[in-house]
Antibody
Framework: QVQLQESGPGLVKPSQTLSLTCTVS??????????WSWIRQPAGKGLEWIGR???????NYNPSLKSRVTISVDTSKNQFSLKLSSVTAADTAVYYC??????????????WGQGTLVTVSS | QTVVTQEPSFSVSPGGTVTLTCGLS?????????PSWYQQTPGQAPRTLIY???TRSSGVPDRFSGSILGNKAALTITGAQADDESDYYC??????????FGGGTKLTVL
């Protein structure tokens, strides 16, 4: 059973960089059948796709966040990470990591982390 | 930027049938968008219900079904139960490893 767990600071100051890591267990992040993705959800609002990474390191980001987002992967640790720069209060949200399928595995989010709340405040 | 549209809210009686839809601000939803559906209750991570338009995820009751209706993807709940009261999100695959979430539908069972 694949499990994902987000970790990182729960409080970030405005204008600083938000950094989160997702640790994958029960499966290899190097599996060629999946992408690895970040999604966020402000309180009381809907889900927003942030971006994804493939084991090769190739990435794709939400155009609305692209200038501030970097997703990276560390296959040796079976982890992938999110960095979001120049944060404001609007970036306060629960951040989820998730596994997402590719062509042979349905292009859908099948395993999710439990989510971690990140608050942007001074 | 592409906008995926969902009804903000919907209400269904216990035992009733409800169809939630997922559309595009411009154009039609087809199977090529690999529509998927997720259920979320407060404080919980989303749970996968349907993927690739109409495939139920493991453990999902068969009262949940997915389809394309006209120019939209659809999630139908047949025989709604009290614990189906949740937020429902659709997601469309936009190609090149990118996705767009709909705004979600808050379903009330009463």
């Amino acid at each position: 059973q694949v499990q994902l767990q987000e970790s990182g600071p729960g409080l970030v100051k405005p204008s600083q960089t938000l950094s989160l890591t997702c640790t994958v267990s029960g499966g290899s992040i190097s599996s060629g059948s999946y992408y690895w993705s970040w999604i966020r959800q402000p309180a009381g609002k809907g889900l927003e796709w942030i971006g994804r990474i493939y084991t090769s390191g190739s990435t794709n980001y939400n155009p609305s966040l692209k200038s501030r987002v970097t997703i990276s992967v560390d296959t040796s640790k079976n982890q992938f990470s999110l960095k979001l720069s120049s944060v404001t209060a609007a970036d306060t949200a629960v951040y989820y990591c998730a596994r997402v399928g590719r062509l042979t595995t349905g292009y859908y989010f099948d395993y999710w982390g439990q989510g971690t709340l990140v608050t942007v405040s001074s | 930027q592409t906008v995926v549209t969902q009804e903000p809210s919907f209400s269904v009686s216990p035992g009733g049938t409800v169809t939630l839809t997922c559309g595009l601000s411009s154009g039609s939803v087809s199977t090529s968008y690999y529509p998927s559906w997720y259920q979320q209750t407060p404080g919980q991570a989303p749970r996968t219900l349907i993927y690739s338009t109409n495939t139920r995820s493991s453990g999902v009751p068969d009262r949940f079904s997915g389809s394309i209706l006209g120019n939209k993807a659809a999630l139908t709940i047949t025989g709604a139960q009290a614990d189906d009261e949740s937020d429902y999100y659709c997601v469309l695959y936009m190609g090149s490893g990118s996705w767009v979430f709909g705004g979600g539908t808050k379903l009330t069972v009463l």
